[in-house]
């Protein structure tokens, strides 16, 4: 009996490692996604800043974003696309980088400005009104380029690409 009750326990010890192979791929840890670059560039009063920046055009993409990212290039970026006009909600979740937003109207003209938005943060940042696109970049840009509301942004996205 001893036997049997010991081979019985030693099947289920393994019932976990055979199942490991059906198990999902937990959901903090989601498939890598690609993103197309193209340049951007904002002139302010402190002059033109050029940036490479991916650009989220799909709802999958902008749903992703930055999440997950734990590092991003100084004159690198992402741009939202929304492809028109809407007010936009953004947040932080699964967001490891501190990110200055660029809030950007339909002719480039920037709307608004969110400095220093906390990583991982469930709160939501909204847009202030009606904007095309959110620019992301890594917090303290907006402050070190004295981006302002009324600079204006070139990019593809615009129709004033640079």
Request: negative net charge.
């Given at each position: 009996?001893f036997?049997?009750?010991?081979?019985?326990?030693?099947?289920?010890?393994?019932?976990?490692?055979?199942?490991?192979?059906?198990?999902?791929?937990?959901?903090?840890?989601?498939?890598?996604?690609?993103?197309?670059?193209?340049?951007?560039?904002?002139?302010?009063?402190?002059?033109?800043?050029?940036?490479?920046?991916?650009?989220?055009?799909?709802?999958?993409?902008?749903?992703?974003?930055?999440m997950f990212?734990?590092?991003m290039?100084?004159?690198?970026?992402?741009?939202?696309?929304?492809?028109?006009?809407?007010?936009?909600?953004?947040?932080m979740?699964?967001?490891?980088?501190?990110?200055?937003?660029v809030?950007?109207?339909?002719?480039?003209?920037?709307?608004?400005?969110?400095?220093?938005?906390?990583?991982?943060?469930l709160?939501?940042?909204?847009?202030?009104?009606?904007?095309?696109?959110?620019?992301?970049?890594?917090?303290?840009?907006?402050?070190?380029?004295?981006?302002?509301?009324?600079?204006?942004?070139?990019?593809?996205?615009?129709?004033?690409?640079?």
């Amino acid at each position: 009996m001893f036997r049997l009750a010991a081979a019985f326990v030693f099947a289920l010890s393994l019932l976990p490692a055979a199942c490991a192979d059906a198990l999902p791929e937990p959901k903090d840890t989601p498939p890598p996604m690609t993103f197309r670059t193209a340049p951007l560039v904002i002139e302010t009063k402190s002059g033109a800043h050029r940036f490479a920046v991916e650009v989220a055009e799909t709802p999958e993409q902008r749903e992703r974003g930055l999440m997950f990212r734990d590092a991003m290039a100084g004159d690198a970026g992402m741009i939202f696309d929304y492809h028109q006009d809407v007010e936009i909600t953004m947040w932080m979740k699964n967001t490891i980088l501190p990110l200055d937003m660029v809030f950007i109207s339909a002719d480039g003209t920037v709307f608004d400005v969110v400095k220093g938005a906390v990583p991982y943060s469930l709160d939501i940042i909204p847009s202030g009104g009606r904007v095309r696109a959110v620019l992301e970049v890594n917090a303290g840009i907006v402050d070190a380029l004295e981006i302002r509301r009324g600079d204006k942004v070139k990019n593809e996205i615009f129709g004033n690409a640079p």
